[in-house]
């Protein structure tokens, strides 16, 4: 099964969505509850600065710069708090930093910094956390707290969600596809069935097990639905064999009883005159039977039993051959583009049925003069069977409407015809899963039927 379509899958953009946003969510919360977390830390270290702040401040109230120098010294032997009292030269005169930290510092307001701590004969720069105050003489007092587990979680913290939020969705990915090549493999077994139903093969059924999931049920749905089908089809032959016996034969009767009337009279004679108009009407009447059982068994399918690999070359060589010399007493040009062996997988009949329709519509409303050409072209999307003519055409805003039953546009309302020849081309075209396409010749029209692409079977392709 190929990557490209297991990523297009709906079932794999699902699982992507879902991990994605279940990695933003994720990520949100732990952001979120890190945040509360860091603020509750940083209030609860603020604190503990501000209350020994106040008390070394009373300090130096009551007792002056003295009292203040023993009260840090005392802090430093008994504390974990980081304390450096500084001249207004900024040279240190009590306290465990060596140096005032190189970052701006306001009076009053926390800020952090780095500083170096000497620990068994090495030294690390650290995080801190203190406030300053301003004292008399230009005197600098700073209380601060060591930070850095909290600042290298911070940092572990910030590094790391962007990895777990790539991890999520690399293992969302990877599920996505193994969840998507699993709904494929599903879909794909529906999917042979239905192309193996609309070959032809309308006992093939979808694999379902008992019980199953929702594509199982899907499937026996399926089924229920193709039985009903079968029984319908098998309807539809019957009626139509019985409308062949019942009906067909009993015209052909009454046609045969005519013309024997016919030839019993005189030629002149008002009788004889009268039964050649029956029997023409009788003629039309069997050719709109005829056309419009063609066009049933070609909708309902009947006829998919019969297709086969058939070579529309030989098949428009005999048209061209049988219409030419009709074309010939009208005047028109019968031309034929030269084309290679195209295989089409089709019925044979049904398509040569179709190109005659084409052919004979093409020639009965092209001019004495005109030209009508036929052409066999083989493009990547296909075979291409079109016949062109040079007559009146169709408006573009009246194609759709001709392929239906008995539709007689008004240009040609006083020539010969039932109105059912393209009906019959759309519906032979839609049987072999082709398309109708009717276009300006410029002047004329041009009908083209677009066959999907021949799949060699295994033994020419050998």
């Known amino acids: 099964m190929r990557a490209p379509r297991i990523l297009s899958s709906l079932a794999f953009r699902i699982v992507l969505a879902y991990v994605t946003l279940f990695a933003i969510s994720a990520g949100a919360l732990i952001a979120f509850t890190y945040w509360n977390t860091e603020r509750a830390i940083i209030a609860g270290t603020d604190q503990v600065i501000e209350a020994e702040t106040t008390g070394l401040i009373e300090q130096y109230q009551r007792l002056g710069l003295n009292g203040l120098q023993s009260a840090v010294l005392t802090r430093v032997r008994n504390s974990q708090g980081l304390y450096l009292l500084v001249n207004r030269f900024r040279y240190p ?11 701006e510092m306001r009076p009053g307001y926390f800020v952090e910094f780095d500083y170096e701590r000497t620990s068994g004969g090495t030294t690390q720069v650290r995080r801190a956390r203190g406030r300053a105050f301003q004292l008399k003489g230009g005197f600098l007092l700073l209380v601060a707290r060591d930070v850095h587990e909290r600042y290298e979680t911070e940092r572990l913290f910030t590094t790391t ?56 049920a899907l499937s026996q749905n399926l089924n229920r639905m193709l039985d009903r089908i079968e029984r319908l089809m098998a309807g539809m032959r019957e009626v139509t064999d019985s409308i062949a016996h019942d009906l067909r034969s009993p015209l052909n009767r009454l046609r045969n009883r005519l013309e024997d009337t016919l030839h019993d009279l005189p030629l002149e004679s008002p009788e004889a005159i009268k039964i050649e108009g029956a029997v023409s009407e009788t003629d039309r009447l069997i050719g709109t039977f005829n056309a419009l059982l063609l066009i049933a068994e070609a909708e309902a399918g009947v006829a998919r039993e019969a297709m086969e690999p058939i070579e529309l070359s030989a098949i428009v060589d005999g048209i061209a051959e049988l219409y030419e010399p009709v074309a010939e007493e009208k005047g028109i040009s019968l031309s034929i583009a030269p084309s290679g062996r195209i295989m089409v997988k089709g019925n044979k009949s049904l398509i040569t049925q179709a190109l005659a329709n084409l052919l004979d519509n093409a020639i009965k409303y092209t001019p004495e003069s005109g030209k009508v050409r036929v052409e066999l072209r083989d493009t990547p999307q296909g075979a291409a069977l079109s016949v062109a003519d040079s007559g009146p055409g169709i408006p ?48 004329g029209l041009k009908a083209t039927i677009h066959f999907p692409p021949y799949a060699r079977p295994r033994a020419e392709v050998a």
């Open 93 to 103: 005169v009590v306290g465990n930093l060596d140096a005032w930290p190189e970052v």
């Open 161 to 216: 969600l962007p990895w777990t939020a790539a991890l999520m969705l690399t293992l969302g990915l990877i599920g996505g596809a193994l969840i998507s090549r699993n709904f494929l493999a599903r879909l794909d077994t529906i999917n042979r069935a239905a192309r193996e139903i609309m070959a032809g093969d309308l006992s093939r059924r979808v694999p379902a097990r008992e019980p199953g999931d929702e594509f199982d």
């Open 396 to 443: 573009a805003g009246d194609r759709a409407r001709v392929i239906e039953r008995f539709v007689r546009l008004e240009a040609s309302r006083n020539s010969p015809g039932m109105g059912l020849g393209l009906s019959l081309v759309a519906a032979v075209a839609r049987m072999h899963e082709a398309r109708l396409e009717l276009a300006d010749n410029m002047p």
